[in-house]
């Protein structure tokens, strides 16, 4: 079974095969083959498929399906017939817009096919109107795309003709003439073309015959025709039959009886003044309204010539809306919509009291006015964009409608000012939303964008919808720190892992574009890398010391700290931190002079002829803190005459603060306190031994009462007696030595005591004070010659200008003799070695 549609170029062809029939779509269409089962294949389902179609004309796809297909039957493969890959409507979030319609058509995205989602009732859907379609957009993203696809819904011939009665009853006076009309009610079916209402029959035929009338709106008006005289005597009542006929297969079809009573003569039928009557009428005028009168006459006389009026038309909806009185004026009854009909076309009759009738049309034209505002449908958008999106870029696809007519329908869509975006009319009704310039989060995170559309219509309706649009961030923004350098300052002898202070760099991106964290850049200090030294929190970029920081090593340090964001690729800046270490009093003061052994006895020889103010020595000390910190004091804490010495409390000079006499005491010994200025203070204490004579045998006298105390080991018992002999030996030898060497030293005193050349002690040539903070301002002289100490026999002696110093060992005193040797080798001249200071 063949058939051919050369408007479009479609074939469709049918064979038999085995229980199966096959549908087959040819000339270039895209469904491919359709199979179809035994049951499906018969005539009714055939008859329904020999429509279907395709058609791509300008980029616009239709499909046409018959109405009543079950749900889930296959409309078209639109992946195939839009040329998409069906992994497009995946990654484009392909969906159906309808715009407000009802969802009759679904989207099979795993394989690119439109389905039938809900059973479609063409008569429901459409009416009488043809062609019915539907019409819907395939709507994608990235990048967004509009398909318009109409699906047209065919006739399948699924209602029988009816009747609204299901009897008629006529009175017809038995003198009516040959010829005479009698106007019979319409059959409604609501299919259309073939399936439609086709023709009427009229049963048993004897008295009456049928005739129809095509009229403007294409249905047929039906009139029972006398076409034998009635005699009342033979048949008073007359049953008619009269059915309605639809052209479908199988046919269907509808009966009504007419049930004829035969009345007495009555040969005039009323007359109608026009056959048509025409008249305007605004949408939403009021109920009761004029719209215009009907006027029919009747040459009979009486109750004969009386006529009245009644609507034709059966359709429910026509007598909501409209009514006529007796004396044929035509009257609003309901509220009329220009955009639901444009006209009516209403069937009137005049009926005399004997039966007879006539009929006009009465035409009624709706004029619109202003009275819908413009509809928008958004069809597709974005929710967000990257701030880096190229202009240009569609925001938003929306449709506007408005179902006014004329000026009244035409629209113009506006947006609100000061955004960087415009709206763009399209082909049709569509509308795109697009960026204007470009996008800058972190001067506007969010645009509520209002599209305003407004009809020409007087006075001008209008709508309005908002989009709320997101701006992603972009990573464009580097860290910034709140400050170009920074310097922290910490006190030495800090806990490691201590907080010093905290970098802070803020960053205008969003989210993880503008998380910062924090990297120490890695330098050396004094060679070390400065990783050593400290660490940054990567998070909160909290400085943290590693290890225990001391001033007197290092007085301050810098290094980098780089901020980077969370970005990708990230974004980066730097900052110098310079670390400035605070000296804390964390170190007692050092004495340099006098040197304090082990265990021999230094002691500053004070001639008993020494005037008041005579520098007995000089305490040197130190200290190796800083500030306040190493400002020294010195004190005298306790002596054996306070009457006889005093300290400098800067400089550490002990002086006699009166003359020396023959009473006091060879041996003098002082306690010097030596004390910082910081809080809390610390101090030393120094020992100075001070022997008041004017000859060194009177010195060593008084001075072997100081011991010295020893370490006795039992194993070696045998080693001891033996040094004992030896050192006796050498005391022998020593005594005489020592005691010519002090004679020549105590002449050489008195020469240069009367000379008044000032006595100097040694002082290390490496404590020079540069800070004068307890060391000496000013230059000095010395001739040295000492011999290694020993804590078992050997002496040390040391010679500075006038003032003689003596280094003994309490078990030296029988080692005079010694000394004498040493004596004379201090004398060679190749022995003394100059010291500055």
């Excluded at 497009?88 to 817009?97: D, E, N, P, T, V």
């Excluded at 070696?716 to 020593?734: D, G, K, Q």
Aim: glycine share 6%; net charge negative; charged share 20%.
């Amino acid at each position: 079974m063949d058939f051919c549609f050369s408007s479009v170029n479609i074939c469709l062809r049918s064979s038999m095969h085995k229980s199966q029939r096959w549908l087959q779509i040819g000339e270039g269409a895209r469904f491919g083959t359709i199979e179809i089962s035994d049951r499906t294949m018969r005539r009714q389902v055939l008859l329904f498929f020999s429509v279907l179609n395709l058609c791509v004309v300008a980029g616009q796809v239709s499909y046409s399906v018959p109405e009543e297909m079950t749900k889930g039957s296959l409309v078209g493969n639109i992946a195939h017939d839009l040329g998409l890959d069906v992994r497009r409507l995946h990654a484009g979030k392909a969906r159906i817009f309808r715009g407000g319609s009802a969802e009759y058509i679904d989207l099979n995205k795993e394989k690119g096919l439109l389905l039938i989602k809900e059973k479609i009732d063409r008569e429901a859907l459409c009416g009488q109107t043809t062609p019915c379609a539907l019409h819907f957009q395939i709507a994608l993203e990235n990048p967004i795309e509009i398909f318009p696809i109409i699906v047209e819904i065919t006739d399948i011939n699924d209602n029988a003709p009816a009747f609204q009665k299901e009897e008629r009853k006529f009175e017809i006076s038995e003198s009516a003439v040959i010829g005479s009309k009698f106007l019979l009610e319409k059959a409604i079916d609501p299919d259309i073309g073939r399936n439609g209402l086709q023709s009427y029959t009229l049963k048993p035929s004897e008295n009456f015959v049928l005739k129809l009338h095509s009229q403007s709106d294409g249905s047929k008006k039906v009139e029972m025709i006398l076409q034998k005289a009635l005699d009342r005597e033979k048949q008073e009542y007359i049953s008619l039959f009269l059915t309605a006929v639809d052209g479908g297969e199988p046919q269907r079809s509808g009966t009504m009886q007419i049930h004829v009573a035969v009345l007495d003569a009555n040969d005039n039928a009323p007359v109608f003044t026009q056959a048509v009557y025409k008249a305007s009428l605004k949408e939403n005028s009021p109920a009761g309204t004029l719209i215009t009168k009907v006027s029919a006459s009747d040459a009979d006389k009486s109750a004969n010539g009386e006529v009245t009026y009644v609507l034709g038309d059966n359709i429910m909806s026509i007598s909501k809306l409209f009514q006529i009185t007796e004396n044929g004026h035509f009257i609003l009854n309901g509220p009329v919509d220009y955009e639901k009909a444009k006209n009516y076309e209403i069937d009137v009759e005049a009926v005399d009291q004997g039966g007879l009738s006539d009929s006009c049309k009465v035409v009624i034209e709706i004029g619109d006015i202003n009275d819908n505002r413009p509809v928008i449908n958004m069809i597709s958008k974005s929710n967000s964009v990257g701030e880096d999106v190229i202009l240009n870029t569609v925001i938003a696809v929306m449709s506007v409608n408005d179902p006014d007519s004329e000026d009244n329908g035409k629209v113009q869509c506006i947006i609100n000012k000061n955004i960087p975006f415009i709206i763009q009319s399209s082909t049709g009704n569509f509308y795109s939303l697009v960026t204007d310039s470009e996008l800058d989060r972190e001067r506007s995170s969010e645009y509520n964008i209002t599209v305003t559309c407004s009809d020409e219509g007087v006075p001008s309706l209008s709508s309005s919808v908002t989009l709320t649009l997101q701006i992603s961030d972009v990573n464009d923004n580097a860290p910034v720190f709140e400050k170009s350098s920074y310097e922290a300052y910490i006190v030495e002898n800090n806990t490691p892992g201590l907080s010093i202070f905290t970098v802070k760099a803020t960053d205008a991106d969003w989210n993880q574009n503008a998380r910062v964290y924090y990297i120490l850049e890695d330098s050396s200090v004094n060679g070390v890398s400065v990783s050593s030294y400290v660490s940054v929190s990567a998070d909160s970029g909290v400085i943290h010391a590693l290890r225990s920081l001391d001033y007197e090593q290092i007085k301050d340090f810098q290094f980098r700290v780089k901020a980077q964001d969370g970005g990708s690729p990230p974004l980066s800046s730097n900052v110098t931190v310079k670390i400035v270490i605070q000296d804390q009093n964390d170190n007692t003061p050092q004495v340099l002079y006098p040197v304090q052994t082990g265990g021999s006895v230094v002691a500053e020889m004070v001639p008993r002829s020494a005037d008041v103010g005579y520098l007995v020595t000089k305490v040197v000390a130190v200290d190796v803190d800083s500030g306040q910190n190493a400002w020294l004091s010195y004190k005298l804490q306790k002596t054996t005459d306070r009457a006889l010495f005093e300290m400098g409390l800067q400089n550490g000079e002990i002086r006699t603060i009166r003359q020396v006499t023959d009473k006091d005491a060879v041996k003098q010994r002082l306690t010097v306190f030596v004390e910082d200025n910081g809080q809390p203070s610390r101090s030393a204490t120094v020992i100075v031994n001070v022997a008041v004579a004017d000859s060194y045998p009177e010195v060593l006298s008084e001075f072997t009462d100081f011991t010295h105390d020893k370490e006795y080991n039992d194993n070696l018992t045998f080693y001891l007696v033996l040094a004992l002999a030896v050192v006796s030996f050498l005391f022998i030898t020593c005594l005489v030595v020592i005691i010519s060497v002090k004679i020549y030293r105590w002449r050489q005193s008195r020469i240069l005591y009367h000379s008044s050349l000032p006595v100097i002690p040694y002082y290390p040539p490496r404590y020079s004070d540069t800070l004068g903070t307890g060391t000496l301002p000013h230059v000095y002289n010395y001739e040295v010659c000492r011999t290694t100490d020993s804590r078992k026999s050997d002496c040390r002696f040391g010679t500075a200008g006038s003032q003689n110093v003596l280094i003994m060992d309490p078990s030296s005193a029988g080692t005079m003799q010694r000394i004498q040797n040493e004596k004379n080798i201090l004398d060679e001249p190749d022995c003394p070695l100059e010291v500055s200071i």
